[in-house]
């Protein structure tokens, strides 16, 4: 085998999900069907790799430094949305009506991984609750042992700044994702959230 084609199936290893036989099977197709689609893959995993940030605000993903969503006066500023991931946030723009702003954590606290409070963005969430504006932070963290560590100690965060803490109502399974929990289910839990205790 080439080289070449050696290393493109490794580098394809790279995405969830493909394993070596995948991987194998994507580098014949483009090579074998479909050359000009191979280009406009590469051209754009490039640019979104070089241009695609984070939000200062609410670190979700942003071509410019302050998001759409976060620039947008139409969104209520005395909601907070707090999420795990983008993916997540996504999903509940999707599903429900929200129309409050978010903050994105892009990760959970899971100490084995070295995600921490620092990694999470915590200080900028308790310096953006510390600003007064919001009145109610909701906190939609999946319902996992990790997602309920990371809500707990986002309740503190919110009891700190003096802001009510609200979490998804159950109905989100336990140990589910809410990226793949469908609308009506996280509607319904998102519609119906209750209070969470510090
Ligand atoms: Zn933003």
Same mark, same amino acid.
């Given at each position: 085998?080439?080289?070449?084609?050696a290393?493109?199936i490794?580098? #394809?290893?790279? #995405?969830?999900?493909?394993?070596?036989?995948?991987?194998? +099977?994507?580098?014949?197709?483009?090579?074998?069907?479909?050359?000009?689609?191979?280009? +406009?893959?590469?051209?754009?995993?490039?640019a979104?790799?070089?241009?695609?940030?984070?939000?200062?605000?609410?670190?979700? &993903?942003?071509?410019?430094?302050?998001?759409?969503?976060?620039?947008?006066?139409?969104?209520?500023?005395?909601?907070?949305? =707090?999420?795990?991931?983008?993916?997540?946030?996504?999903?509940?723009?999707?599903?429900?009506?929200?129309?409050?702003?978010? &903050? =994105?954590?892009?990760?959970?606290?899971?100490?084995?991984?070295?995600?921490?409070?620092?990694?999470?963005?915590?200080?900028? #969430?308790?310096?953006?609750?510390?600003?007064?504006?919001?009145?109610?932070?909701? =906190?939609?963290?999946?319902?996992?042992?990790?997602?309920?560590?990371?809500?707990?100690?986002?309740?503190?965060i919110? +009891?700190?700044?003096?802001? +009510?803490?609200?979490?998804l109502?159950?109905? =989100?399974?336990?140990?589910?994702e809410?990226?793949?929990?469908?609308?009506?289910?996280?509607?319904?839990?998102?519609?119906?959230?209750?209070?969470?205790?510090?």
């Open positions: 085998m080439s080289t070449l084609l290393e493109l490794e580098a #394809l290893r790279c #995405l969830p999900g493909v394993g070596a036989k995948s991987a194998q +099977r994507m580098a014949f197709h483009v090579l074998e069907r479909d050359r000009a689609g191979a280009r +406009r893959l590469a051209e754009k995993l490039a979104a790799a070089d241009r695609i940030g984070n939000c200062t605000r609410c670190r979700t &993903f942003s071509e410019t430094p302050v998001c759409t969503l976060c620039a947008s006066a139409q969104r209520d500023a005395q909601l907070l949305c =707090v999420v795990e991931t983008p993916a997540d946030q996504l999903a509940i723009e999707q599903a429900t009506g929200f129309r409050g702003r978010y &903050f =994105v954590l892009l990760g959970r606290l899971s100490p084995l991984d070295g995600l921490g409070p620092k990694e999470l963005g915590l200080d900028l #969430l308790a310096d953006r609750l510390a600003d007064g504006e919001v009145r109610e932070m909701i =906190v939609a963290t999946n319902p996992t042992v990790e997602g309920e560590a990371t809500a707990h100690l986002l309740s503190q919110a +009891r700190a700044a003096g802001v +009510r803490a609200t979490r109502a159950h109905g =989100v399974p336990l140990g589910g809410l990226e793949y929990i469908d609308r009506g289910t996280l509607a319904h839990a998102f519609g119906s959230r209750q209070n969470l205790d510090g």
